[in-house]
Nanobody, 130 residues
Framework: QVQLVESGGGLVEAGGSLGLSCAASGRTFSRYVMAWFRQAPGKEREFVAGISMSAGVSDYADSVKGRFTISRDNVKKTVYLQINSLKPEDTAVYYC???????????????????????WGQGTQVTVSS
């Protein structure tokens, strides 16, 4: 049983920044691939960023590359998403997700596949005003 709790969302003007946090339970957090997904009204859930078990490898959607940074602290069992240069199209509910059985040979192979993640948080709303 893994529980994920997101925090840090809010209302920000375009060009601003936000830092999201996801606090996780579980004794084997360091073995999980962690990721952020988002879902805007009327759209399907999409991959945002993912990070490998020891934080050595990360992957980003093209739409956020260069603006978002994912990181993790395996002692605190927390994953972060630093969001800079926010755009109105970033408005969405942001979800934290955990994959407890990643591909250890290539952690990024299935990182973008939402069906690989067994645990999801309740989401935190990010709203960007223009």
């Amino acid at each position: 049983q893994v529980q994920l709790v997101e925090s840090g969302g809010g209302l920000v003007e375009a060009g601003g920044s936000l830092g999201l946090s996801c606090a996780a339970s579980g004794r084997t957090f360091s073995r999980y691939v962690m990721a952020w997904f988002r879902q805007a009204p009327g759209k399907e859930r999409e991959f945002v960023a993912g990070i490998s078990m020891s934080a050595g490898v990360s992957d980003y959607a093209d739409s956020v590359k260069g603006r978002f940074t994912i990181s993790r602290d395996n002692v605190k069992k927390t994953v972060y998403l630093q969001i800079n240069s926010l755009k109105p199209e970033d408005t969405a509910v942001y979800y934290c997700a955990a994959d407890p059985s990643p591909n250890m040979r290539d952690p990024t192979k299935y990182m973008r596949d939402p069906t690989k993640y067994d645990y999801w948080g309740q989401g935190t709303q990010v709203t960007v005003s223009s």
